[in-house]
């Protein structure tokens, strides 16, 4: 009686469709570059919440904002001084009258302002200014 070679041949096809599938997950998991590419945007996570100058009652600016780098290595040094960058925020958007924050006009010229100083802090800290742009995403007085 003879044997049949139909199941290694089977087993060797089967193998090579799982073979060639991972290889196929893998390229779409990481584009070339591998990871994120740049230029690109980096998260002010979680929303920055402050106080604002209300003698009546208490009011707050919830704030939620982008990044915009040109690099990966400034992509790095935005992610390990972010506890620096929301201390500044922090300072820079508490107190402000809730009046004055409401107006667009003003928004834009503080969303200038701010990131004029995350470009001056980031250079005191790491040498470069880091940050290429601050978006506004979220702007919410209550």
Not at 114 to 141: C, D, K, N, W
């Amino acid at each position: 009686m003879r044997r049949q070679r139909t199941k290694p041949t089977a087993f060797l096809t089967a193998l090579l469709l799982i073979a060639l599938t991972g290889w196929h997950a893998a390229a779409w998991a990481a584009p070339s570059g591998g990871g994120a590419t740049w230029p690109g945007y980096i998260p002010l996570q979680p929303a920055l919440v402050v106080n604002l100058d209300n003698p009546r009652r208490a009011q707050y600016l919830q704030l939620n904002a982008q990044f915009y780098v040109e690099t990966a290595q400034e992509a790095q040094l935005v992610e390990h001084h972010m506890p620096v960058i929301r201390h500044h925020l922090i300072l820079f958007f508490g107190g402000r009258d809730p009046e004055q924050v409401q107006a667009a006009a003003v928004r834009e010229q503080l969303r200038t302002e701010a990131l004029e100083t995350l470009r001056q802090v980031m250079t005191e800290h790491t040498g470069s200014p880091a940050v290429s742009g601050l978006y506004f995403t979220g702007f919410i007085v209550q």
